[in-house]
């Protein structure tokens, strides 16, 4: 008789108890700071219906669903892929008639396919919160405040927020007139910082002269000063793009004079989620971490697939990428 390798299957691991230790330290102290600012635990399931979990969702989450057919019912059930879409479900369902904001948070496991045969974890640990029901910078420099805050009551000191704007990129693609080939093309060069094909580009397409304000902000990281290059170009004059940056302002003006501004980076050309987010976008980067610990934004569209359109912004944390910056930087 074959005896079975015993092997798990790839991208997940075990977490024995030393780890496991460290990384609900870490938990209690994100939790902790997530109540102290007003947001309430829930409990989300691991399962859900396919064609409920992906209203609203981005193409990107979409194609990263692992799902099976329930022999009951005959219905596509996914493995939990990200706790924002049940989030979104939540609030659709249950807090349908309140009018002030909803402040929820969660931690636990999201399953997704990994993109590439080589590796990268598909179970990871997150926990994280979302405000529904607030479109205001108020509201994005909120959840970035307890965001900064929840990785310095982790002891986490050197790190930086990179904060874009999505609306900044669409206001001026969809000013450039582009095709659908030609704007997947500009998407590609701005998320592989390629300023060399951007600047051929800028040539030889129709409105291409609209793409220069992308090759002259690819590479700045910084505050203020990045704001202020966009009087480098006067092409920004869509509004769009125009009340993309007085937003980004007004977020990065509430967190300065919070004096958090020095955890924080502005970049104009972050793309992420780009057909998911709906304005601020940002990321967590700690020295001597390859991959980011965290990331959020604000979706405001998510809702109206669940029948309740209201605008929300928030975060997740990777709990292990956070435990390893941890580590690193003790």
Same mark, same amino acid.
């Given at each position: 008789?074959?005896?079975?390798?015993?092997?798990?299957?790839?991208?997940?691991?075990?977490?024995?108890?030393?780890?496991?230790?460290?990384?609900?330290?870490?938990? /209690?102290?994100?939790?902790?700071? &997530?109540?102290?600012?007003? @947001?309430?635990?829930?409990?989300?399931? #691991? =399962?859900?219906?396919?064609?409920? $979990?992906?209203?609203?969702?981005?193409?990107?989450?979409?194609?990263?669903?692992?799902?099976?057919?329930?022999?009951?019912?005959?219905?596509?059930?996914?493995?939990?892929?990200?706790?924002?879409?049940?989030?979104?479900?939540?609030?659709?369902?249950?807090?349908?008639?309140?009018?002030?904001?909803?402040?929820?948070?969660?931690?636990?496991?999201?399953?997704?396919?990994?993109?590439?045969?080589?590796?990268?974890?598909?179970?990871?640990? %997150?926990?994280?919160?979302? #405000?529904?029901?607030?479109?205001?910078?108020?509201?994005?420099?909120?959840? $970035?405040?307890?965001?900064?805050?929840?990785?310095?009551?982790?002891?986490?000191?050197?790190?930086?927020?990179?904060?874009?704007?999505?609306?900044?990129?669409?206001?001026?693609?969809?000013?450039?007139?582009?095709? %659908?080939?030609?704007?997947?093309?500009? =998407?590609?060069?701005?998320?592989?910082?390629?300023?060399?094909?951007?600047?051929?580009?800028?040539?030889?397409?129709?409105?291409?002269? +609209?793409?220069?304000?992308?090759?002259?902000?690819? @590479?700045?990281?910084?505050?203020?000063?990045? +704001?202020?290059?966009?009087?480098?170009? /006067?092409? $920004?004059?869509?509004? /769009?793009?125009?009340?993309?940056?007085?937003?980004?302002?007004?977020?990065?003006?509430?967190?300065?004079?919070?004096?958090?501004?020095?955890?924080? #980076? +502005?970049?104009?050309?972050?793309?992420?989620? &780009?057909? @998911?987010?709906?304005? $601020?976008? &940002?990321?967590?980067?700690?020295?001597?971490?390859?991959?980011?610990?965290?990331?959020?934004?604000?979706?405001?569209? +998510?809702?109206?697939?669940?029948?309740?359109?209201?605008?929300?912004?928030?975060?997740?944390?990777?709990?292990?990428?956070?435990? #390893?910056?941890?580590?690193?930087?003790?």
């Amino acid at each position: 008789m074959l005896q079975t390798e015993i092997t798990l299957p790839r991208g997940v691991r075990d977490t024995l108890p030393e780890r496991t230790a460290k990384r609900n330290t870490l938990l /209690r102290k994100v939790l902790s700071v &997530f109540e102290d600012c007003g @947001y309430s635990e829930v409990t989300t399931p #691991s =399962l859900e219906y396919v064609d409920v $979990i992906t209203q609203g969702a981005g193409k990107d989450l979409k194609k990263r669903i692992v799902k099976f057919t329930d022999r009951a019912t005959g219905r596509s059930i996914a493995l939990r892929p990200d706790f924002t879409p049940q989030i979104a479900r939540i609030v659709a369902t249950h807090y349908r008639e309140k009018n002030t904001p909803v402040r929820l948070s969660y931690h636990g496991s999201v399953i997704r396919q990994t993109e590439d045969a080589g590796g990268g974890h598909r179970e990871l640990y %997150q926990a994280g919160v979302e #405000s529904i029901g607030n479109s205001s910078p108020e509201a994005d420099a909120e959840i $970035i405040e307890i965001l900064i805050e929840s990785l310095k009551a982790c002891n986490l000191k050197d790190f930086k927020i990179a904060i874009g704007q999505v609306d900044f990129v669409k206001g001026i693609l969809d000013e450039a007139h582009l095709s %659908q080939s030609e704007r997947t093309e500009v =998407l590609d060069a701005i998320a592989k910082r390629d300023s060399t094909r951007l600047n051929e580009m800028s040539i030889t397409l129709k409105y291409g002269e +609209l793409l220069v304000p992308f090759q002259a902000l690819l @590479y700045p990281f910084g505050g203020e000063e990045v +704001l202020d290059r966009r009087h480098e170009n /006067r092409l $920004i004059t869509n509004e /769009r793009s125009r009340n993309a940056l007085e937003n980004i302002k007004s977020v990065f003006d509430i967190l300065k004079r919070k004096r958090l501004s020095k955890y924080v #980076s +502005l970049d104009l050309c972050e793309i992420r989620g &780009f057909d @998911y987010h709906t304005g $601020i976008i &940002f990321e967590g980067f700690a020295s001597g971490l390859g991959s980011a610990l965290c990331g959020g934004g604000r979706y405001d569209d +998510l809702l109206s697939g669940f029948g309740h359109p209201s605008p929300a912004t928030g975060f997740a944390i990777d709990l292990d990428n956070l435990m #390893s910056a941890v580590e690193r930087q003790a």
